[in-house]
T-cell receptor
Framework: GENVEQHPSTLSVQEGDSAVIKCTYSDSASNYFPWYKQELGKRPQLIIDIRSNVGEKKDQRIAVTLNKTAKHFSLHITETQPEDSAVYFCAASLGGNKLTFGTGTQLKVEL | GAGVSQTPSNKVTEKGKYVELRCDPISGHTALYWYRQSLGQGPEFLIYFQGTGAADDSGLPNDRFFAVRPEGSVSTLKIQRTERGDSAVYLC??????????????FGEGSRLTVL
C-alpha cells in the first residue's frame, strides 16, 4: 500500500517568515495530494490540494509543489501569522478520497 | 445540517464492551468515510461508503469493527469487545464526490473513544 512520510514533525518560525513542510510518497500511481490543517481539538480542514498533472498550485500565502519523478511534494506558507499555528497533514491518494496521511507537522508561529 | 455531525463527542468504556459511534454527513453528500486518528498521528482510513453500500472496507483492523449506512445518510461505526488499543479519535467525513473521484473531505469533530 501507499506510505507517506512527512518532515519535520515540529517547526517553529517567527511571524512573517516562511514555512516549508515536505512529504514523500511511495506509490508512483498516486495522483491526488491534499493538505489538511488541524487546530488543537478541532477537525482537519482542507487548505490546498494538487493533482498529478500539475507541478505547482498557489492560493494566496499558500503554495504546494509536486515532483512526480522524485515522489515528493511540499507545502509552502509565506508571511506566516499566529493563526497559521496548527498541525498540518499531507496525504496521498491512488484514486478517490481513500487518503493515506503523513504523521503531521506541528507548526508554531512565534510573535 | 451545516456540517458533519458526530455523536458522542466523548465515550469512555471498559475493555470488552460494545460501542456505537454515529455520523450524520452533510446533506446530499453521497460519499461517507470513517478514519481513525491516534494521538500524534495522521488519520488512518477505515471504511468508505458510496450510498448505502461499503465500497471499500479494507482499512477495518479486524472483524470486531463494523459499519453500516442503511439509508445512505447517517452511518454508525460499531466496535465489539473493545480493547485498550481501540482508544483513538474516530473521524467521519463526507464528500460530494462519488466513486473514484477526489475532492474536499469535510470532517466532523470526531468521537474520542477511551477504553479503560
Amino acid at each position: 500500500g501507499e506510505n507517506v512520510e512527512q518532515h519535520p514533525s515540529t517547526l517553529s518560525v517567527q511571524e512573517g517568515d516562511s514555512a516549508v513542510i515536505k512529504c514523500t510518497y511511495s506509490d508512483s500511481a498516486s495522483n491526488y495530494f491534499p493538505w489538511y490543517k488541524q487546530e488543537l481539538g478541532k477537525r482537519p480542514q482542507l487548505i490546498i490540494d494538487i493533482r498529478s498533472n500539475v507541478g505547482e498550485k498557489k492560493d494566496q500565502r499558500i503554495a504546494v509543489t509536486l515532483n512526480k519523478t522524485a515522489k515528493h511534494f511540499s507545502l509552502h506558507i509565506t508571511e506566516t501569522q499566529p493563526e497559521d499555528s496548527a498541525v498540518y497533514f499531507c496525504a496521498a491518494s491512488l484514486g478517490g478520497n481513500k487518503l493515506t496521511f503523513g504523521t503531521g507537522t506541528q507548526l508554531k508561529v512565534e510573535l | 445540517g451545516a456540517g458533519v455531525s458526530q455523536t458522542p463527542s466523548n465515550k469512555v468504556t471498559e475493555k470488552g464492551k460494545y460501542v456505537e459511534l454515529r455520523c450524520d454527513p452533510i446533506s446530499g453528500h453521497t460519499a461517507l468515510y470513517w478514519y481513525r486518528q491516534s494521538l500524534g498521528q495522521g488519520p488512518e482510513f477505515l471504511i468508505y461508503f458510496q450510498g448505502t453500500g461499503a465500497a471499500d472496507d479494507s482499512g477495518l483492523p479486524n472483524d470486531r469493527f463494523f459499519a453500516v449506512r442503511p439509508e445512505g445518510s447517517v452511518s454508525t461505526l460499531k466496535i465489539q469487545r473493545t480493547e485498550r488499543g481501540d482508544s483513538a479519535v474516530y473521524l467521519c467525513a463526507s464528500s460530494s464526490q462519488a466513486g473514484g473521484h477526489t475532492g474536499e473531505l469535510f470532517f466532523g469533530e470526531g468521537s474520542r473513544l477511551t477504553v479503560l
